[in-house]
Nanobody
Framework: QLQLVESGGGLVQPGGSLRLSCATS????????IGWFRQVPGKEREGISC????????YLADSVKGRFTISRDNAKNTEYLQMNSLQLEDTAVYYC??????????????????WGQGTQVTVSS
């Protein structure tokens, strides 16, 4: 059974850092691209990153480029979203999701078949 489980969210001050983890099971990361999305109550879910390890194809939204980075530990079947220089507007529930693809572009919700449960990130002073 394919599962994605996010962890690592929490409360952080502006300018701080967090690393989110997306632990996967039941799939080969070589066959899937992993996207990260975030959602604020009352707003649409926003796709902020994508990484396909089979090709190295990567996408980062302009809103997070230069502050967020993606990495993957294939031995642990886990992908990480390192978030630095966090801003108040980064507050959201963050989700990882998987799509069977070798290429990345701006993540589109309906193209992703498998989702984690989400983890809350709160940036506040």
């Amino acid at each position: 059974q394919l599962q994605l489980v996010e962890s690592g969210g929490g409360l952080v001050q502006p300018g701080g850092s967090l690393r989110l983890s997306c632990a996967t099971s039941g799939l080969s990361l070589n066959d899937y691209a992993i996207g990260w999305f975030r959602q604020v109550p009352g707003k649409e879910r926003e796709g902020i990153s994508c990484f396909a390890s089979s090709t190295g194809s990567t996408y980062l939204a302009d809103s997070v480029k230069g502050r967020f980075t993606i990495s993957r530990d294939n031995a642990k079947n886990t992908e990480y979203l390192q978030m630095n220089s966090l801003q108040l507007e980064d507050t959201a529930v963050y989700y990882c999701a998987a799509t069977r693809s070798s290429y990345c572009y701006e993540p589109i919700i309906y193209e992703y078949d498998y989702w984690g449960q989400g983890t809350q990130v709160t940036v506040s002073s």
